[in-house]
């Protein structure tokens, strides 16, 4: 029954982030990047929830491997992958949502992964939580984090553009001296 009630409101949650996300995405055009967020999001369900409801009973083994959905996740990562390398016009909607399934399996197993074992493992909600911030970032928030990068290192690009081209001209001079043979080198003091 506990069970029950905590997925009822994991998907209460999960409609009410879906229709904000959707009302923000569509205003400021942000199809792409939801799409992967929302795959993300229905897959991880979809796998957690399966889960739970079978009480960890069903397994793919093939050739007496069991076969974890992480692999399963890692091969939609490489066909997204692919897609979006070799179809650049008309399937970047598919190859988003193949890398949102795929994410969605590999986070699921995040804490099998890093606690060797433990499918429960705290690691996995951690790591979920983890993308899922970043991907509300990405959706709801991009122009206040391109503004902040235009601010924070453009300047810092032009302070140190000088001194690193003097380092540069430095370390050319050295290894132009260190080619030449010469065993002394002037060293030039400034009076």
Excluded at 18 to 46: C, M, Q
Excluded at 109 to 136: A, K, P
Aim: a positive charge; charged letters at 20%.
């Amino acid at each position: 029954m506990i069970r029950f009630k905590i997925i009822t409101a994991f998907f209460f949650l999960m409609k009410n982030i879906f229709k904000l996300l959707v009302y923000y995405s569509r205003k400021r055009r942000k199809g792409i990047p939801f799409l992967v967020f929302f795959s993300f999001l229905i897959t991880f369900a979809i796998a957690r929830g399966f889960v739970i409801l079978t009480n960890d009973s069903v397994h793919l083994i093939i050739n007496g491997y069991h076969i974890h959905h992480i692999t399963i996740g890692l091969i939609f990562l490489a066909i997204a992958g692919a897609v979006a390398i070799g179809f650049r016009n008309g399937f970047t909607s598919v190859s988003a949502i193949l890398y949102g399934i795929g994410l969605g399996l590999i986070v699921d197993e995040f804490g099998l992964l890093i606690s060797w074992g433990d499918y429960w493992s705290r690691f996995t909600y951690d790591s979920f939580i983890i993308v899922l911030l970043i991907f509300i970032n990405v959706i709801l928030f991009s122009e206040f984090w391109r503004s902040m990068g235009r601010r924070m290192f453009v300047p810092l690009i032009e302070k140190y553009e000088k001194k690193w081209d003097r380092f540069a001209r430095n370390v050319e001079r050295d290894v132009e001296w260190y080619l030449s043979g010469k065993k002394t080198m002037k060293v030039r003091r400034k009076k």
